[in-house]
């Protein structure tokens, strides 16, 4: 069956790339709504921005959308992730501002909000998208590859210069609370040498030691360490995960990255969304609905940084 929340639930932080505060606050919605944001700030035209593929607009280091009056949410996709992976299909999402706030540059905090507020079950069967022929972007060394699967896989292999990352590697099946207890909790990272640049150019404004790993060369700047060995790839898959929700439906299929990014996950989604023939819509039966992320999911599944 469809899910929403039981009761609204409430965030608050700072932009990771404006640096401005903002509130978010998610709200129950009908079966069938989708997930939608809503920006509480802005008095005219339209305010309702859909999360879908087809709003995505490219934007380095997020993932950003747009409706046709040029409202915009950005950095969408830890809230995206933990709502997918919470198995959260329809709710509607208040932000007051243009961004999404980092927080600790996890999906973890988003999680435990919902699961505090609690998940319902609603009347209506969930639907799922069944890919049925491999299709596949590049740019460069990046690739990235939706295959036949008959629920959701995650592959994903990261190659950096700083010892502190190096080359990584994970697989993952999604399925039954996986997302919770294996990424949410790992941090958005970047390169020490690559701060000041970011700022130059406005972004990571709101970036701090705390809301992200940053690393230079063989040591981990951020206090604390590393939550994981392999926490930068886990990243990247909590992000792919949360790109892939804008698919509108819960992907039946093995998606694998090699060096992609936000970017890359929106254009596979276009890629297979322009080939009929490459997925068909299923309804989900109890078979298919018991390996679904977020299916049986508890508050025993978020880790204790949470």
């Known amino acids: 069956m469809q899910k929403t929340l039981t009761k609204s639930a409430t965030l608050t932080g700072l932009g990771l790339h404006s640096g401005e505060p903002a509130t978010v606050e998610v709200h129950p919605a009908s079966a069938n709504y989708g997930i939608w944001f809503r920006r509480t700030d802005i008095s005219s035209g339209d305010a309702m921005v859909p999360a879908l593929w087809n709003a995505v607009v490219e934007r380095p280091l997020c993932t950003l959308i747009e409706n046709a009056d040029g409202a915009t949410v950005s950095t969408i996709e830890h809230i995206m992730a933990a709502l997918h992976g919470c198995g959260i299909h329809n709710a509607l999402v208040d932000v007051s501002g243009p961004e999404v706030p980092i927080l600790d540059g996890s999906a973890a905090p988003f999680v435990a909000a919902f699961l505090k507020a609690g998940i319902t079950e609603l009347s209506e069967p969930a639907q799922a998208i069944r890919v049925l022929k491999t299709v596949e972007v590049r740019n460069g060394d990046a ?47 970047c390169r020490n040498s690559d701060v000041e640049f970011m700022r130059a150019n406005g972004l990571a404004l709101g970036g701090t030691l705390e809301n992200a790993v940053v690393v230079d060369g063989e040591h981990v700047l951020s206090p604390g360490g590393l939550r994981h060995t392999d926490e930068a790839v886990r990243h990247k898959m909590l992000d792919a995960l949360g790109d892939l929700a804008t698919a509108g439906a819960p992907i039946l299929g093995h998606y694998r990255g090699n060096r992609a990014g936000h970017a890359m996950t929106n254009r596979l989604l276009r890629a297979l969304f322009a080939d009929p023939s490459a997925y068909e819509f299923v309804e989900c039966d109890a078979t298919i609905a018991a390996f679904l992320p977020g299916e049986g999911v508890t508050k025993a599944d978020l880790p204790k940084v949470a």
């Open 143 to 189: 690739v990235a590859t939706l295959a036949p699967a008959d629920h959701l896989q995650i592959d994903f292999e990261i190659d950096f210069v700083d010892a502190a990352i190096g080359q990584q590697t994970k697989r993952l099946n999604m399925a039954n609370g996986a997302f919770v207890r294996e990424l949410s909790d790992s941090r958005t990272f």
